[in-house]
Nanobody, 115 residues
Framework: QVQLVESGGGLVQPGGSLRLSCATSGITFRIYVMAWYRQAPGKQRELVATITSGSSTNYADSVKGRFTISRDNAKNTIYLQMNSLKPEDTAVYYC?????????WGQGTQVTVSS
């Protein structure tokens, strides 16, 4: 059974930081392209960051220089370090795993940036 479980969300003030985690099981983690997406209320889900099996990364323009995606193949886990958070970063953040054949989603974790 494939599971992607996000954690680390919460309420943070503007300018603050959070670190999201996505622990996976049931997949050959090291071969998957992993990604973080987010969906704000009333908006479409958007890609935040990706990391390949070789640890190449890519970011949405809106988070470049503030967010960092990383992976730990020994722990089958990816992370999203989010710094200098802004109110517009408020969303449900989802973990995604893709090997070009199968695609899996986590249940999401809420991030709220507000004073």
């Amino acid at each position: 059974q494939v599971q992607l479980v996000e954690s680390g969300g919460g309420l943070v003030q503007p300018g603050g930081s959070l670190r999201l985690s996505c622990a996976t099981s049931g997949i050959t983690f090291r071969i998957y392209v992993m990604a973080w997406y987010r969906q704000a209320p009333g908006k479409q889900r958007e890609l935040v960051a990706t990391i390949t099996s070789g640890s190449s990364t890519n970011y949405a323009d809106s988070v470049k220089g503030r967010f960092t995606i990383s992976r730990d193949n020994a722990k089958n886990t990816i992370y999203l370090q989010m710094n200098s958070l802004k109110p517009e970063d408020t969303a449900v953040y989802y973990c995604n795993a893709d090997n070009y054949v199968r695609n899996y989603w986590g249940q999401g974790t809420q991030v709220t940036v507000s004073s």
